[in-house]
C-alpha cells in the first residue's frame, strides 16, 4: 500500500511542477492584472457608492425643503 501511495504523491509531485512550469508566467501574469483590475475597480466602485450616496442625500434634502 505505501508503494502506491509514494508512486501516486511522486506522479502527484511531477503533475504540480509540470503545471507550474507550463502556466506559472502565464498564471503570475493573469493574476497581476486581476489584482491590478480589482483594486482599479474596487476604487472606482467606492467612489461610485460615495457618489451615489451624496446624490441620494441631495434628493431627500431637496423632497425636504
Not at 507550474?20 to 457608492?49: M, N, S
Amino acid at each position: 500500500m505505501k508503494v502506491i501511495e509514494q508512486g501516486m504523491s511522486s506522479a502527484k509531485g511531477e503533475a504540480e511542477v509540470r503545471w507550474d512550469k507550463l502556466f506559472d508566467p502565464a498564471v503570475t501574469a493573469a493574476y497581476e492584472i486581476g489584482v491590478i483590475r480589482f483594486a482599479g475597480g474596487t476604487v472606482c466602485d467606492i467612489f461610485h457608492i460615495l457618489g451615489s450616496m451624496r446624490s441620494v442625500d441631495s434628493e431627500e434634502q431637496s423632497k425636504t425643503d
